[in-house]
């Protein structure tokens, strides 16, 4: 179990201001930084959609950065379960890995289940709610299962994985989510259509950038 040692005022800590600010970051990457946090269940469609919208921005020249959950737990987080109190834990790590990633001028695509309205609610108020983009894949449970890509459902169904999202754990539906997508009603390249014509409403997105992607190699 992971043990929270508070940073205190006790604890001698200064906070050193840099030089270059986060404007100036992004002023360099001529891009408005922000979170788009994908959240749902396992299986509907969080990664497969982050991908597309990374490749959508790339396309136009973004500079992005895709966390990604399994990937997280094989690192930064890999000494955590998926307990309630892990899992929160989980998540306010990954909020403070994005909010460096938007210190730096990116723009990062966060794709996690993140079950808990308190967390992500957390991670708005760490960021801010203008960069923050919270997008509720809400696909219903029976295409989650059927899809299963892991095969986690068949094993949670089996008793093999305990407190499985959904399942034997909750997952808190966001209230007021910027964007709500149900991936069983449009394809993948839909779905990241809607996010990028999102962030071009609001003005994150330049409607006229036209730079395209070098290739490499
Ligand atoms: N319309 C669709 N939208 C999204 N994914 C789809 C769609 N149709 C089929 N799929 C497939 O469903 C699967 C969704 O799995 P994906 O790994 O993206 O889910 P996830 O939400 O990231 O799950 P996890 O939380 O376990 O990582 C992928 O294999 C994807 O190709
Ligand atoms: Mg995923």
Redesign the pocket.
């Given at each position: 179990m992971y043990i929270n040692k508070v940073a205190t005022k006790d604890n001698n800590l200064t906070w050193h201001s840099c030089v270059i600010t986060k404007k100036e970051r992004a002023h360099m990457k001529k891009q408005n930084p922000c979170i788009i946090w994908?959240t749902?269940?396992?299986?509907?469609?969080?990664?497969?959609?982050?991908?597309e919208v990374e490749n959508l921005l790339s396309l136009k020249g973004y500079h992005t950065h895709l966390l990604?959950?399994?990937n997280i737990r094989h690192g930064l987080n890999n000494d955590l379960s998926f307990s309630d109190e892990d899992r929160s834990e989980n998540i306010r790590r990954i909020g403070e890995v994005s909010k460096l990633f938007v210190d730096a001028g990116l723009i990062v695509l966060a794709?996690?289940?993140s079950p808990f309205r308190k967390e992500r609610q957390a991670v708005r108020d760490l960021v801010g709610s203008k960069e923050f983009l919270e997008v509720h894949?809400n696909?219903p449970i029976c295409v989650?299962e059927q899809?299963d890509?892991?095969g986690?459902y068949k094993k949670a169904r089996k008793g093999e994985i305990k407190f499985f999202?959904g399942i034997d754990s909750p997952y808190e539906d966001p209230i007021n989510p910027e964007i709500t997508i149900d991936?069983?009603?449009?394809?993948?390249k839909?779905?990241a259509e809607i996010i990028f014509q999102h962030l071009i409403d609001n003005g994150t997105l330049k409607s006229h950038r036209s730079k395209e992607r070098e290739l490499l190699g």
């Open positions: 994908l749902g269940l396992s299986g509907s469609g969080k990664s497969a959609i982050a991908n990604d959950g399994d794709s996690f289940i894949i696909t989650c899809r890509p892991k986690l999202t991936s069983s009603k449009c394809t993948i839909q779905s």
